[in-house]
């Protein structure tokens, strides 16, 4: 049933003529004035959070970061979030990396400490993380894209070490499948890896929801659309393609595939010749080779720049969100 708004049945014959799926002789129903307001009411999705489970910060000065869900109050309507510290600034306040460092600069009445716990301007600091509450109308819930560099860094303490936490895998398997179905295209070549058609590889035709049509390649069905569910296929990639990185830190770069292991890709970046391994979900195939680019921010290759009051140093080489300088003395 579909709803239309005109003035006449007659308008409403005279639009939907020809229309594939739309069989107005079957009857075109007045809606009554009373029924309208009920029949164009969306009812609002009731999303559920539980510890373990990752969002997305929407607002504050901890916008865009990734954190992991620690627990929720009874009410639900405050929920306690635990996220590196520095995703985005590597300023005292949010690098909160050494003690001595920050009461010299705020003084030891603004940190308290007992044990390896520090609170300081209302964050609470521990084991590398912070660990904070927020509203959950402040939260992104679904479409979270957890790419190999952040999930790393809840996966490491603060000085590198293994954290003390061990991470769910479970969850994180869950929500990397879920990301992986929101970025299929058509075209996207397909493996399907469980369930009675798997071992079946193709391109992608069409998605719809969760079900994926695939075009079979090279198998006893070869050149027939195949219809599975979308958490049971996986991006393909062989050694040799050549792929572009559609998020994460390394966005837009291109490079070889190296190798393949289940749905972890490594490649080298055209650019730098670094090898870097990405979830295939990450990647595409890509025919074109990235351009560098010689700006990054507000600085250029081989601009002269200022370090600190004795050192000046020059830009010799641009990356993708950094650059490396020569300073005076010959020292990188």
Not at 1 to 16: D, F, K, L, P
Not at 228 to 250: E, L, Y
Not at 292 to 314: A, F, K, M, P, R
Request: with cysteine; net charge negative; charged share 25%.
């Amino acid at each position: 049933m579909i709803y239309v708004e005109a003035r006449s049945a007659q308008q409403v014959n005279q639009a939907c003529k020809g229309l594939l799926g739309i069989y107005p002789s079957r009857g075109i129903l007045l809606v009554p004035i009373k029924e309208m307001a009920s029949l164009l009411q969306i009812k609002k999705q009731d999303l559920t959070v539980t510890p373990g489970s990752w969002v997305w910060i929407k607002c504050g000065k901890y916008q865009g970061d990734l954190a992991q869900v620690m627990d929720i109050t009874e009410n639900g309507e405050d929920v306690g979030l635990k996220q590196p510290q520095g995703l985005q600034t590597c300023d005292l306040h949010n690098n909160f990396s050494n003690y001595e460092e920050v009461v010299k600069v705020y003084g030891w009445k603004q940190v308290s400490k007992r044990n390896q716990v520090y609170v300081f301007q209302n964050d609470t600091y521990k084991d590398g993380f912070i660990e904070k509450d927020f509203k959950l109308t402040a939260l992104q819930l679904e479409n979270v894209n957890l790419t190999l560099d952040k999930i790393t860094r809840f996966t490491r303490g603060q000085d590198g070490a293994k954290a003390e936490t061990p991470i769910d895998l479970s969850i994180i398997a869950e929500a990397w499948q879920k990301a992986a179905i929101a970025v299929l295209q058509p075209g996207d070549h397909m493996e399907v890896f469980e369930g009675e058609q798997s071992g079946v590889h193709g391109a992608v035709d069409s998605i719809n929801q969760d079900v994926v049509t695939i075009m079979a390649v090279g198998i006893d069905i070869d050149g027939q659309k195949v219809d599975v569910p979308a958490c049971s296929v996986q991006k393909q990639f062989k050694p040799r393609d050549h792929v572009k990185v559609m998020t994460g830190q390394n966005t837009d770069e291109t490079g070889l595939v190296v190798s393949v292991s289940d749905n972890m890709v490594t490649f080298m970046l055209d650019m730098t010749m670094q090898e870097v391994s990405l979830f295939s979900k990450d990647l595409r195939e890509a025919a074109e080779v990235r351009t560098g680019t010689n700006i990054v921010g507000n600085y250029e290759l081989h601009d002269l720049v200022q370090l600190d009051l004795q050192t000046v140093s020059v830009i010799f080489k641009t990356e993708h969100d950094s650059f490396r300088v020569l300073d005076q003395n010959g020292q990188v």
